[in-house]
Every structure is written in structure tokens, then in C-alpha cells.
């Protein structure tokens, strides 16, 4: 179990560490935009607004901070309003893997170096889910049906993250699908709910509430290891008891970025600010809670570190999108 101090005392010294940082240099002067480039409902969505709500929550920052969802493009709406903020430290962007898929699929002028690393929050996981009343206990069997007939996997965008593992489900098992893109991973799991699609790869906390409250099923983990996190999700199972897919006969593995960006040009001090202020949220019980019920690999960089991290898997998704036959012109 963790040890938790209470929130109004952890609260108060959030909030003294803030006022020391402003004393120490610059903070936001209006209000800022923090731009989801994806769809409500989504691991994206539900990670920026836990941030929003705890910095609210514990005071630390004066000004407001506002999540705004700008989805178009498939996130490059979002992506080309935080590069033609140079210099304005008032807008943040929390990025998926759409940050290296998107240019590259779309070729829409634009990739991570347009805008100013800040803080990677954390890996996400990707799950093989079913709807909990279909016939298919294992991967196997999944694969199986697959095989047998066209099955439909529901995924977040086209030529995203979802499409490119299931593209290599695909080459890796001879299965074949039908894949139906939606604008999040909220809609991606309701419709999942509903039987309207077969399958998804979706993020854990994008499908929890649903396996918890026993529409959906796990068949394997996209990872080379187990997830972490302790006790049960329902009566029988927690995130350790899923499978990886290679146990389960398939390896493929792909982990996503949910990293914060800051506009284009802005100082080195203001960029210590975010640093600071998002370690600040990470020491928070909401935070940690976050990390559990999501099944996060909480892997965290900054600066260069996180700067060489970007461009090795920049490199990957090139080469992962030309195998899958989704390189755009210009991409």
C-alpha cells in the first residue's frame, strides 16, 4: 500500500515550493493552453487533465492552466498551433506517438524539433482487448478467428499507432483485419463496448473502467514485460495477470511517448519552470494513483536524455511506417 501524507498538508508544501520558484525566476503571467492533440476520452486526454486538476488542486501555479482538444489532422491541428507559438511559454502540448506518425503519414510540414522538449511523464502500454462476451479467452484463439474470417480492430486515427501494430499483427500471424478508425480512445472502447468492432489495442487506462466493470477482456500486453501494479482489477485478474504477447506466441511490442512540449523559442528559464512545476506534480498522490490504475511504465527524461530518446524513435517509426506501407508524400 502506498504511504500517503494528507492532501491539505502535501498541498501546503506544493504551494511553498511554487512561491519559492517564483521568487527564484520567471512564471506564467496569463493563463495557459495546454493542447491535447487527440480526442476526449483518450489517454492523452485523461493524462492532461489529471495534470490540469492537480495543479489547480495544490496551487502551483497563479494562473489557470486549460486543456483544449485539437484533434484535426490526426493531432497536426494541434502540433502546428504550438509551432506558430514561438516564443510564447504560455501554451504546452502533451504529445503521443502521433508526434513522429503524424508528419510522417500526413507530411504536414512539422516534427518534434519545432517545438521545445520539456518532460517525458511517462511510457504507455498498448493491450490486445476483446469484448468480454465473445468466444476468445486466449490470443490464440483470436488469432485463430482472424484467420478464419476478417475480423474488425477499432484504433485511434489512421496510420497512428493503433494501425501500425495491428498492420504488424497482421504480418507477423497471417490474421486479417478490417481496421476502423475513431477520434480517441474513449470512442474506441465504448464502440468496443457496444460489439460495433471486434477488437483494439487500446492504452489500459483508455479501457480499465470497462474491464473492471467486466464488458472487456485483455488478451496480451504489447511489451517485453509483464505490467506492473499490484492487487485486482476484478475478481480475478490484475494488470500483472495479462500476458505479454510474446508469451502468448506474438512478438510485437510498441510502447508510446506521453511527453510535455513547450512552444518553439521560448528561454531556458521558462522551460525550468515546466521542469519543475511537472516534478512537483509527479510527487502527488493523484499522480501515483494515475500511474496504477493506468498500468504506466513511469519512465521520465529530460533535456538531452530525452532529446536523444526523441530522435532514436523518430528513426523507428520511419522505419516501422515504411514497412506498413503509410510514408505520405512528403513524409
Known sequence: MLHRRSLPALG????????????????????????????????????????QGIVSRHNLMRQPMMVVNKAGGAGAEGFLEAKNARGNPHVLIISLSNLFTTPLSTG?????????????????????????????????????????????MGGTGSRQEDQIITVAIQRATGASFTYVPFRGGGEVATQLVGRHIDATVNNPIE?????????????????????????????????????????????????????IFGAPGITPAQVQYWVELLNRV???????????????????LTGEPFREWLAREEA????????????????
Not at 34 to 43: H, L
Not at 121 to 146: G, H, R
Not at 235 to 253: K, N, S
Open 108 to 152: 504536414v510540414p512539422f516534427s518534434w524539433r519545432d517545438l521545445t522538449p520539456i518532460k517525458m511523464m511517462a511510457l504507455d502500454e498498448f493491450v490486445l482487448w476483446v469484448n468480454a462476451a465473445s468466444p476468445w479467452n486466449t490470443l490464440a484463439e483470436f488469432v485463430e478467428a482472424a484467420k478464419a474470417g476478417r475480423l474488425r
Open 207 to 259: 479501457a480499465v473502467t470497462h474491464w473492471r466493470a467486466g464488458t472487456l477482456r485483455p488478451l496480451c500486453v504489447f511489451d517485453s514485460r509483464r505490467l506492473p501494479g499490484e492487487g485486482r482489477i476484478t475478481e480475478t485478474m490484475g494488470w500483472q495477470d495479462i500476458p505479454t504477447c510474446r508469451e502468448a506466441g506474438l512478438d510485437v511490442e510498441y510502447l508510446m511517448l506521453r511527453g
Open 316 to 331: 523507428r517509426h520511419r522505419t516501422l511506417m515504411q514497412e506498413a506501407g503509410f510514408i505520405g508524400a512528403g513524409g
Open 12 to 51: 501546503a508544501g506544493l504551494l511553498a515550493s511554487g512561491a519559492a520558484q517564483a521568487q527564484r525566476g520567471w512564471e506564467p503571467q496569463r493563463p495557459v493552453q495546454f493542447i491535447v492533440p487527440a480526442g476526449t476520452g483518450g489517454g492523452a486526454d485523461q493524462m492532461a487533465r489529471v495534470i
Open 282 to 300: 509527479s510527487q502527488t498522490p493523484e499522480w501515483r494513483d494515475l500511474m496504477l490504475q493506468g498500468a504506466f511504465n513511469t519512465t521520465s
